[in-house]
């Protein structure tokens, strides 16, 4: 079965500066995706950004970048420029490549906060 | 276009009781699934509906079970409640991505069940 793995329970940033947050996953399968979720205090689950295992290119999303290493299984988040509106818990999720696959598998989360 | 909706938003139940949740997913897409959400489990898979059929069921007892109409909307149903099964109700619809043919999930805003 796969798993996910968020080591980091809780982060903080100053306001403008960069942040990391950690992922790390477990899987047999050569084709999947992963994501990363943003869950702010309205509960509301938003989709931050995604990646195929099949590509090389790191994803990117604006401030929001990921360093994937497949190898490693590793899948971090940087968060640049770090605004007041990134507060929220961050959830690392994946997904096998199967068509039609819809079970997400998710870590236990990093809440971010973001100091002023 | 309207998001994922998500009835009731809060409700209280007794032990014993039965609830049923309902979502409406984003017009258009065919596919929901449902997911629950504990401080201490985090969040796990319940199960997902696609074009009326379960297609596919995460580690629950029987208590949990769900369905689709014709109209994509989904409900699920909790039957006999238990303490644990206080919880935020997350449903999410998903559509293809055009460009990278992934599934891209999104969330409805979730149904917070107190049982007392």
């Known amino acids: 079965a796969q798993t996910v793995t968020q080591s980091q329970p809780e982060m903080s940033v100053q306001e403008a500066e960069t942040v990391t947050l950690s992922c790390t996953y477990d899987?047999?399968?050569?084709?999947?995706?992963l994501f990363w979720y943003k869950q702010p205090p309205s509960r509301q689950m938003i989709l931050v950004i995604r990646?195929?295992?099949?590509?090389?290119q790191n994803a990117t999303e604006n401030r929001f970048s990921v360093n994937f290493q497949k190898a490693a299984k590793s899948f971090s988040l940087k968060i640049s420029d770090s605004q007041l509106g990134d507060a929220a818990m961050y959830f690392c999720?994946?997904?096998?490549?199967?068509?039609?696959?819809?079970?997400?598998?998710f870590g236990q989360g990093t809440r971010l906060t973001i100091n002023p | 276009k309207a998001g994922v909706t998500q009835t009731p938003r809060y409700l209280i139940k007794t032990r014993g009781q039965q609830v049923t949740l309902s979502c409406s997913p984003i017009?258009?897409?065919?596919?929901v699934s449902w997911y629950q959400q504990t401080p201490g489990q985090g969040l796990q898979f319940l199960f997902e509906?696609?074009?009326?059929?379960?297609?596919n069921k995460g580690n629950f007892p029987g208590r949990f079970s769900g369905r689709q109409f014709s109209n994509s909307r989904s409900e699920m149903n909790v039957s006999t409640l238990e303490l644990g099964d206080s919880a935020l109700y997350l449903c999410?619809?998903?559509?293809?991505?055009?460009?990278?043919?992934?599934?891209?999930?999104?969330f409805g805003a979730g149904s917070r069940l107190t049982v007392l």
């Open positions: 999410a619809s998903s559509s293809q991505d055009r460009v990278s043919g992934a599934n891209v999930l999104t």
């Open positions: 899987t047999s399968e050569s084709d999947y995706y």
């Open positions: 990646q195929e295992a099949y590509k090389q």
């Open positions: 999720a994946y997904r096998r490549g199967i068509q039609g696959a819809q079970k997400l598998v």
């Open positions: 017009s258009g897409h065919r596919s």
């Open positions: 509906y696609f074009s009326e059929t379960q297609r």
